[in-house]
């Protein structure tokens, strides 16, 4: 499921997306970012991409524009991973968040080693990378006007 049983502390967390989204973050501008707990528990992407295909609600793909579309997607499956976490009594919530793109909605995950994983969760497969150097072109950011709207954990 999560691999080692340890936690990233919410510093750790801060740095990682900085990180990650550095060369992008020069190119969007200012965006919330915003860390809403003081540690997370690691998870695995395969894990995550699992229930995404395996998922009752995700699986069927009911997408409706505005009203059940790719933002509904990524904040529902944050909030399945909240609730997994909370009856597994894991001791700290999965390091599972939402970037939200003018054009789009991500989830991303932070792997046992850290390593920062973009995950497309709307489409058949979702498609996913952890290659940092790949992040840009994942999320779309050639396209005019496409830029991050919100990351939030």
Not at 83 to 105: C, E, M, R, S, Y
Request: charged letters at 20%.
């Amino acid at each position: 499921m999560t691999g080692r049983a340890f936690v990233v502390k919410r510093l750790e967390i801060e740095r990682k997306i900085a990180s990650g989204f550095g060369d992008i973050l020069g190119k969007s501008g200012h965006f919330p970012v915003v860390v809403v707990d003081n540690q997370y528990q690691p998870v695995q992407a395969d894990w995550i991409k699992a229930a995404i295909e395996t998922d009752a609600v995700l699986v069927r793909k009911p997408y409706t524009r505005d009203v059940f579309d790719c933002d509904d997607y990524a904040f529902y499956l944050k909030t399945k991973f909240a609730l997994v976490a909370q009856q597994k009594n894991v001791p700290a919530p999965f390091a599972l968040g939402v970037l939200i793109t003018k054009l789009h909605a991500f989830n991303f995950c932070f792997e046992p080693d850290t390593t920062l994983h973009l995950i497309n969760t709307q489409v058949d497969g979702a498609p996913s990378t952890s290659n940092e150097a790949a992040f840009e072109s994942f999320l779309d950011m050639n396209i005019p006007g496409n830029r991050i709207e919100l990351i939030y954990i």
